[in-house]
C-alpha cells in the first residue's frame, strides 16, 4: 500500500492549482499522438474512464467521465481526479466543458468516483460515489470509507455540490466496495442501483429509494438468480425496452467460460420482468454479455426526447495499459448507440445522426471466387462501412487497418464451415493486453445473407453483426500506412455488396462553430 | 469435376515407372527446406497424410502412411498414390522402407486409401480401403465405389495383396463414404470398425466380423448417442483402456461451438462401457477432443509388447495449405504418445523413449516478479521442456519461437486471472490457415501448481497440460533466428521450475547405423 500513499504526494483538488505550462506539457504531448480518433471523444490528456452522468437536459446531451488529466505527468507527478464534463446538441459534436467536478471535499478527496444524473425540472440531479481512505497513516492498512453524495447542475452549467452526502459508508454485510449510483424514477419515486460487495466477496447490486432525491433509503439486494457471479458489480443500470426490465452490470472476477468473458472484466445485463419495486425480486435468465469485442466497459445509458435508450460506454478497461501511454492519454468512448429489443436481446446500432458526419459515399458490388480484392473507400480510416455478404465458400475474410502488402491488418473472419465469425488483432500493430488473447469469436449462422456494419476509426473499430445482435469494439494502433481494405472469398465464391461513408472529423473539444 | 480428371492424366501404379530424375527433383527441393523437422516423421518429397497400419509386429514397430510423393511434381505432373512404410525398433528411429503399398489394382487404382494392421502368428494383415471411380467419361457425374480390402506382410516386410475385395461398394442406405478399416480382436473373433456416411449425409461406424480375416460379414451400425455429429467419420479407431471402451473417430462438418471444434475437421472420442458386440450398443458421454491444437487429424493407435497403447496421428489436417507446399512436400507425423486413462478421460504423454535422445539438459529457477526473462536452453529449436508454475500473478507468459526482441514468437499464455491458456501461433512466422483462428484455448485451472511439457521442433509444438489432460498440436514455420524463449509474468510474481532437454537428431529415413 505505500505505491497508494506515492500517488497522493502532489495530489491537487483543482486543476486552477495546477501551472499552466505543466498541463499544457501534458495536452502538448498528447496531441502530437498518431492515435488520436476523427469522431469518437477522447481525452486532451491523462485518462479517461467510466462514462457519468449521461443524460439529455436542456436541449443537450450531457456527458461526464472519469479523468485524471495528470495521471501521466512527471517532473513533477501532480494528481488530479475529477469529472469531465461535455455536452452535445446532436451526440455528434461535443463542447467541451472543462473540469465538471473535482475531488475538493472531505468526502470525495480521495476520488470522485462514477455517478449518474437524472434532468428534474429546470436543473439536473447529479448522484456519484465519493471515495475516501482513513488509517493512511499506516503502510498496508487503509481502510476505504464510501460516501453517496451528490450536486446540482444548472441550465448555465454550473454544478453545485450537496453539503451532507447521502449514505455514509458501507452497509452492514459488505465491504468498503460500495459505488456508482445511477438513478431512475418509476411510479413517481426516485431510485438509484448501486454496485456493492459482499463481506463473503461476490458482487451485488443494491437499490435506494428517495422521494426528494436529499433523503435516501437503502431497500436492498435486488434478488436476481445470479448470486456469485463475480467478486464485484460496477456500474449498474436498470432500465426498461418496451415491456422488459434491463439490469445491466459490469461483474469483476469472472472466469473465462469458452470463448465468452475473456477481457480482464465483463460488462453485460439480466433481462426479465420488470423488476418489481416492492419485493426487489427481478425474475432473469442468463447473463448476456453486452459487446463481444476486447475494450468495453463501464456502459451507462439516458434516455432522450426521441425516447430512445442511448448507450455510452468506455472504449477500454480498467488495468489495461494502452499503448497511447506513451503519448500521456489513455481511453476513449463508443460511438453512442442506439438500444432495441429483438427476440428478447438487446440490439445495438449507432445513433442515426451519424449519417450528418457523412461526406464521400462508396458503393461496390462484387463477386469473388477464391481470390482478394482491394477495396478502394478513401485514404482515412475513418468509415462508417456496411456490408452484405453472401458466401458460397469456406470462409470470407475483410481485413481493415491493412497494410499495402496485407501483412498487418485487423482481420475479420467469417468462416462459413465452421459457422463462426473471428476478429484477430494479432497482426493489426501494436500490442494490447495479448494475455487475455488475439482474437474474438462468436457462433454466426451463414447459411443466410450476413449482414456486417464497422465503424472505423484512426485507432479503433465497433462491429455489429446482423444488426447489433452481436457487437465487437476494440482499440488497434496501426502504422500510418495502414489504410488498405481487403476482401478474400476462400475456397468458393462469395458476392458482396458494400456501401462505405467516409466520415468527417468531429474532434471533442473544438467549438461547434468549427465545424 | 474436371479437376478431378486432370489430377489423373499422368497417373502411375509404380513409383518405379517414374523416371529417377523426376523424383530426386522433388527430394532434392524438399531437402532445402528450412523448415524440416529434427525428430518428426516427415515425407521425404510430396504429401503425407493419415498414419495406416500401425503396428507392432517382428519386434518392429510398423507405421504406414497416405503418401503422394509426386502430389506437387510440375512438367509433367505425375499422380502417384499408396503407403509410405517406415519400422523402428525403438518408436524414435525410423527406417524407410519405400512404398509398402501402391495403387496398382483394380480396386485402389484411384487411391490406396486408409486402414490398418494387425498382426497374426508370423504375418501381418493389412485392411484397407480401395478407392475407385466409374463413370469416368462424364464431367461430372463421376462416382465414388468403395472396396475394404486386404494384404499380407511376411517378416521380411514384403507385402502381397489379397485378389478379392472383403467388402464391395456400399451399404444399402449409404453413400459411397465408406473407408477407413482398423481391425481388432475381441473374444477370439476379428472386427473391423469402418467410417461410413448416411445417405442424410450424416456420419457413423460400422462394425464388420470375421473368423478368418478373409469372409467379412458387415453387422451394421456401432450404436451411439451421437447419431447427428457431422457429415462424415472418418478413421474410426475402436480399443479399450482399462475398463473402458473408447470409439475414436475423425467427424467432418461440425460447426465450432465456443472453444472447441475449430479446425476444419475435428478428431475425438466418445469414452463409455465396452462395446458390446452382440447388439454394438455402445453406451458412452460426450465427446472428447483428443487435440485441441491447430494441426491433428486422423489419429490411429496400437498396442505394442508392453501393453502400452500408442498414439500416432497426422499433424496437418485435409485441405489446409502448408507453406512446405513450396518445397514440394507437406505434413509430418505427431512425436508417439502413450495413452492412459485418467478420471475417465485420456491423459497422453510422449512416449518414454524420447528420453534416448536427450543430449544436453538445463534447469533453470527463477522467480519472476512483473518482468521477462530470457531461458537460455541451446540454440536449436529441438527441445523437450518441462515446466512448473507457481502463480500469484495475473497472467505468465511462455514465449517459444521468439526472435531476439520477442516481435516474433509461438505465445503459450496462462491466464490466472481468467483461468484460462491460450496458444497463439499469430505472430510466430508464415501464416497458416488463418480464417480458422490464430489461436487456441481451454479451461484451465491455475490456483495449484501448473504443469506444461512441450515439445518442440523445428517447425512444430506439442503442448501436453498437466500430465497430458489437455494436449495441443500445431504446426509453426518461424525464421531461423527465432530460437529464443523468453518467461514473462505479468502483475504479480510467478516461481518456475524449469527442465529442459535438447533433443537429437533422429531424421526418419537414415539408415540406423548412421545415429
Known amino acids: ?8 504526494i502532489n495530489m491537487v483538488d483543482h486543476l486552477t492549482d495546477i501551472p499552466l505550462t505543466n498541463i499544457e506539457k501534458e495536452t502538448n504531448l498528447t496531441r502530437e499522438s498518431p492515435y488520436r480518433q476523427n469522431f469518437h471523444i477522447e481525452s486532451e490528456s491523462g485518462s479517461l474512464g467510466d462514462p457519468n452522468g449521461f443524460s439529455y437536459f436542456n436541449k443537450n446531451y450531457h456527458l461526464f467521465y472519469q479523468w485524471s488529466p495528470l495521471e501521466f505527468s512527471q517532473n513533477p507527478h501532480y494528481t488530479h481526479h475529477g469529472w ?13 466543458l472543462g473540469a465538471g467536478m473535482e475531488s475538493d471535499t472531505r468526502y470525495d478527496k480521495y476520488g470522485t468516483y462514477s455517478g449518474s444524473a437524472f434532468p428534474v425540472d429546470d436543473k439536473l440531479f447529479i448522484m456519484y460515489t465519493g471515495n475516501t481512505w482513513v488509517n493512511t497513516e499506516s503502510d498496508d ?24 452526502p447521502f449514505i455514509t459508508g458501507t452497509l452492514k454485510g459488505y465491504t468498503g466496495h460500495f459505488r456508482d449510483p445511477k438513478v431512475f424514477k418509476k411510479h413517481d419515486k426516485y431510485y438509484a442501483v448501486l454496485g456493492i460487495q459482499r463481506n463473503n466477496q461476490t458482487g451485488s447490486a443494491v437499490l435506494a429509494e428517495s422521494d426528494d432525491l436529499h433523503n435516501w433509503q437503502i431497500l436492498g439486494e435486488i434478488k436476481t438468480n445470479h448470486n456469485k457471479f463475480g467478486y464485484m458489480w460496477e456500474c449498474p443500470d436498470y432500465y426498461e425496452l418496451d415491456d422488459k426490465g434491463i439490469l445491466a452490470f459490469c461483474p469483476q472476477g469472472l472466469e473465462s467460460e469458452d470463448n465468452k468473458f475473456c477481457n480482464i472484466y465483463q460488462s ?45 460506454a468506455w472504449m477500454g478497461l480498467p488495468e489495461i495499459v494502452y499503448p497511447t501511454v506513451k503519448y500521456h492519454y489513455t481511453g476513449c468512448m463508443i460511438f453512442p448507440r442506439e438500444l432495441k429489443l429483438e427476440n428478447n436481446v438487446i440490439v445495438q446500432q449507432p445513433v442515426a445522426e451519424i449519417k450528418d458526419l457523412y461526406s464521400k459515399k462508396y458503393q461496390i458490388t462484387a463477386s469473388l471466387n477464391n481470390k482478394r480484392i482491394e477495396i478502394k473507400a478513401g485514404k482515412q480510416n475513418s468509415r462508417d462501412i456496411e456490408l452484405a455478404i453472401v458466401g458460397h465458400n469456406d470462409a470470407t475474410i475483410l481485413d481493415l487497418f ?9 482481420r475479420l473472419i467469417f468462416n462459413r464451415k465452421k459457422q463462426k465469425f473471428i476478429v484477430d488483432r494479432s497482426c493489426s500493430g501494436l500490442e494490447i493486453a495479448s494475455s487475455y488473447g488475439t482474437s474474438r469469436s462468436c457462433y454466426l449462422d451463414q447459411s443466410k445473407l450476413i449482414k456486417v456494419r ?3 476509426d484512426v485507432s479503433s473499430a465497433e462491429i455489429f453483426l446482423n444488426n ?6 476494440m482499440r488497434i494502433f496501426p502504422d500510418d500506412m495502414q489504410n488498405f481494405i ?10 458482396i455488396k458494400a456501401t462505405i461513408n467516409q466520415l468527417k472529423v468531429s474532434k471533442v473539444g473544438m467549438s461547434l462553430k468549427d465545424n
Not at 1 to 8: K, P
Open 486 to 495: 481487403y476482401l478474400t472469398s476462400e475456397n468458393g465464391e462469395a458476392k
Open 84 to 96: 469531465k464534463h461535455l455536452c452535445s446538441p446532436d451526440l455528434i459534436h461535443w463542447q467541451d
Open 468 to 473: 447489433g445482435k452481436e457487437v465487437f469494439s
Open 268 to 312: 453485460g445485463y439480466l433481462i426479465g420482468k420488470p423488476l418489481n419495486m416492492s419485493d426487489r425480486n427481478f425474475v432473469c435468465g442468463k447473463f448476456h454479455e453486452l459487446d463481444k469485442g476486447f475494450d468495453f466497459y463501464a456502459m451507462q445509458t439516458t434516455k432522450d426526447k426521441k425516447g430512445r435508450r442511448i448507450l455510452m
Open 402 to 410: 491493412a497494410n499495402k502488402n496485407n501483412s498487418r491488418h485487423l
Open 1 to 8: 500500500m505505500t505505491n497508494r500513499r506515492a500517488n497522493y
Open 454 to 456: 464497422i465503424l472505423q
Open 141 to 164: 492498512d487503509w481502510q476505504r470509507i464510501p460516501y453517496q453524495i451528490g450536486a446540482w447542475m444548472e441550465a448555465n452549467n454550473k454544478i453545485k455540490k450537496v453539503c451532507t
